[in-house]
């Protein structure tokens, strides 16, 4: 199922379920119960919103062998966890702004995110995918300047719109071996599978609920492959004018402009 939010065109924003290249508007929440409705309207009559509003946006650095080795470090030996601010949270086609005071090294990172579903603490790894609601694409923007000089990721992370989340939640994926892409302009710039990761989803699921408890809500970015433009010759930063896409395999793509903060 392919759980959709959306801004319907009397401006009233709902959930629905997504079917082919129409919406069904939905009664009630993902997390709590979603009672379809009778109607569907074409997908391109709707204004598609992030699919999930997060309680916590958690992510991990560095879970790709690839991407670590292009930008020079050495191999985790736990998963690097850090967090994005929910304002940062945007949906499809909505624009990526590059912010007045960092505006020169704002880079792009495609990866698969999870929606947790129900409440999750001390969870076992072989019963971790249990508590996950689905899956969507992410696009973790990094403003790298600040990532370097600030002494942890959080400020360079979370910028307003450095999180765009969508174009829904797949509830029926296997996480385990799917192709995440990057695409800048149209061009290729990352192409991996999860499979290559260093931390499996279900690794991650077990490990960070023993340590805090996952809120059904919560939104985990699960790591960019390696192509990002800090790491190029010479280096690929995003610019106004510019359109990332984020395509998850058994999901679909993610698609943003980037303008410039006025």
Not at 227 to 255: C, M, N, S, Y
Request: hydrophobic share 40%; glycine share 10%; aromatic share 6%.
């Amino acid at each position: 199922m392919r759980i959709v939010r959306f801004q319907d065109q009397s401006g009233a924003t709902t959930y629905g379920v997504a079917e082919g290249d129409r919406v069904t508007a939905a009664a009630g929440d993902p997390l709590r119960g979603l009672v379809p409705g009778r109607t569907s309207v074409p997908l391109t009559e709707v204004r598609l919103l992030a699919p999930v509003e997060p309680v916590n946006v958690l992510c991990i650095g560095q879970n790709y062998k690839a991407h670590v080795q292009e930008g020079g470090a050495q191999l985790p030996q736990a998963p690097i966890l850090f967090m994005k601010t929910t304002t940062t949270v945007i949906g499809p086609e909505a624009p990526v702004v590059i912010p007045k005071i960092a505006p020169t090294a704002v880079d792009y990172e495609a990866e698969l995110a999870l929606v947790i579903g129900r409440t999750a603490r001390h969870v076992p790894e072989d019963r971790a995918l249990e508590y996950v609601l689905g899956y969507t694409c992410a696009h973790d923007v990094s403003a790298r300047d600040c990532q370097r000089n600030d002494g942890q990721w959080v400020r360079a992370k979370s910028f307003e719109t450095f999180c765009p989340l969508g174009p829904w939640i797949e509830t029926d994926l296997d996480p385990t071996d799917v192709r995440v892409q990057g695409r800048l302009n149209g061009q290729t710039m990352q192409d991996a599978r999860t499979s290559l990761m260093i931390f499996s989803v279900p690794f991650l699921i077990s490990y960070l609920s023993r340590g805090m408890t996952l809120l059904p809500g919560t939104v985990l970015l699960t790591g960019t492959p390696s192509g990002v433009g800090f790491a190029r010759q010479p280096p690929v930063f995003l610019k106004p004018g510019d359109v990332f896409e984020v395509e998850v395999e058994g999901i679909g793509t993610l698609r943003n402009p980037i303008t410039a903060e006025e």
